[in-house]
T-cell receptor, first 113, second 110 residues
């Protein structure tokens, strides 16, 4: 069972470059989330999508955009990468918006030079 | 704003000892609380989910309790094994937003 799949797993960017992190889930979940994990700061919510067609800002949305392409896919875009965006990014999904158990992908490690 | 704290940040125990991991949160108006396990370089694996109306959940050697009024949860792992070595994170859900603690890194010595 694939669950939540993220691509790419590793990426190195130069300051100012753009890129998109892709996430897909095969559990027919309604809600999807993007988190970043930084040492000593835990996981912080960037954006979430409670259902197909909706997106909302989380705790740290600045510098990011998202697209809920369909029920399965939720992408995160960095338009102009900055060193402060060096982090590990996790996508997650949940069957029930706001109340359900979250399932996480393996993470995407991004380094911005 | 919800603040989630996990103490201790790290724990080392000999194999066979019971583990007690603590999680506290500031806003008691939560929908649920989840405990996750994270292995180095990996994603998060859900261990237990406790709904706000529940007091505890059990799965095998794992037992998690929830006291909403005092803003506390405890994860108990019985008879620890080296394979239990990992970082354990708790997270509380308020209004679609899951707030995480920084985690407790556990080492079980053989």
């Amino acid at each position: 069972n694939a669950g939540v799949t993220q691509t790419p797993k590793f990426q190195v960017l130069k300051t100012g470059q753009s890129m998109t992190l892709q996430c897909a889930q095969d559990m027919n979940h309604n809600s999807m989330y993007w988190y970043r994990q930084d040492p000593g700061m835990g996981l912080r919510l960037i954006y979430y999508s409670a259902s197909e067609g909706t997106t909302d800002k989380g705790e740290v949305p600045n510098g990011y955009n998202v697209s809920r392409l369909n029920k399965r896919e939720f992408s995160l875009r960095l338009e102009s990468a900055a060193p402060s965006q060096t982090s590990v990014y996790f996508c997650a999904s949940s069957g029930r918006a706001g109340t359900g158990e979250l399932f996480f992908g393996e993470g995407s490690r991004l380094t911005v030079l | 704003k919800q603040e989630v704290t996990q103490i201790p940040a790290a724990l080392s125990v000999p194999e066979g000892e019971n583990l007690v991991l603590n999680c506290s949160f500031t806003d008691s108006a939560i929908y649920n609380l989840q405990w996750f396990r994270q292995d180095p370089g990996k994603g998060l694996t859900s261990l237990l989910l406790i709904q706000s109306s529940q007091r505890e959940q059990t799965s095998g050697r794992l037992n998690a309790s929830l006291d909403k009024s005092s803003g506390r949860s405890t994860l108990y792992i019985a008879a620890s094994q080296p394979g239990d070595s990992a970082t354990y994170l708790c997270a509380v859900l308020n209004d679609y937003k899951l707030s995480f603690g920084a985690g407790t890194t556990v080492t079980v010595r053989a």
